[in-house]
């Protein structure tokens, strides 16, 4: 009976093991296309970068940094699109 307990544990134990293996190979994000096309996902891999163990060739750092920048002007254009809505409709001109 007590060979089987320690069967038992070994298993449980490899089976955790196994189980957080896959979980922090999960947190691992390749590059993507999905990932690069869009911004709230670019967002998301830069603040897990660190956490994703992510080693990224010359050719994905500057995808990335094209999406970063991209992401970026879109973020203003949005702004300013709002500001020039507000301006518009509540503008003292009015």
């Known amino acids: 009976m007590k060979i089987h307990g320690s069967f038992k544990k070994v298993v449980l134990l490899s089976v955790s093991v196994l189980?957080?293996?896959t979980t922090a190979n999960a947190h691992t994000t390749d590059l993507?296309?999905?990932i690069i096309n869009n911004?709230?996902?670019v967002t998301e891999f830069a603040k897990n970068l660190n956490h994703n163990d992510a080693q990224l060739s010359n050719s994905q750092m500057k995808s990335y940094i094209d999406a970063r920048v991209a992401c970026e002007i879109e973020h203003k254009d949005q702004h300013l699109q709002?500001?020039?809505y507000f301006?518009?409709?509540?503008?003292?001109d009015k």
Do not use: L, Q
């Open 19 to 21: 189980i957080g293996t």
């Open 39 to 41: 911004c709230d996902a």
């Open 82 to 84: 709002s500001e020039k």
């Open 87 to 92: 301006i518009n409709k509540y503008g003292s």
């Open 32 to 34: 993507s296309t999905s």
